[in-house]
């Protein structure tokens, strides 16, 4: 048996497209940081924005797999969710950004972004993971 080995690809405008590769290419060098240092990088740029929507949140991290191939992949996650909300951000929304545990064994952890207190397109169900870090729309912590 057999299965499908290639992303869906989704062709973008190009100045679309250079927007959010610039956005990944930030979200990487951010996921280098300490924990700390992204929150509070993640809690400046919320300032000021509107709580997203589900569907605005889905349309960033739509965007962001289609034009990623390593924010599309498995290991891709906390760059992933930095690119989704960051791209929010830029269109005046901010979606619940977050980083967690899985509940049982084996240890993984996981980021992701919730709207609407719903988890964004992610393969897991809810309460699979343990949120440990939160930035919310509005820039305050909530873990």
Do not use: K
Request: proline share 8%; charged share 20%; hydrophobic share 45%.
């Amino acid at each position: 048996m057999t299965t499908q080995q290639v992303l869906d690809y989704r062709p973008s405008r190009l100045g679309r497209r250079l927007v959010v590769l610039t956005v990944v290419v930030l979200a990487r060098v951010l996921a280098r940081r300490s924990p700390a240092q992204i929150c509070r990088v993640l809690r400046q740029a919320s300032r000021g924005a509107r709580p997203a929507t589900v569907a605005e949140a889905a349309a960033a991290r739509r965007d962001t797999v289609a034009n990623s191939a390593f924010c599309a992949g498995p290991l891709g996650c906390l760059p992933r969710s930095i690119t989704t909300a960051l791209l929010c951000r830029l269109r005046g929304t901010w979606p619940t950004w977050v980083v967690g545990v899985r509940r049982h064994p084996p240890f993984g952890a996981h980021a992701w972004v919730e709207a609407e207190g719903a988890a964004v397109d992610e393969p897991y169900p809810a309460g699979f993971h343990i949120p440990l870090l939160t930035v919310s729309y509005d820039g305050g912590p909530v873990g």
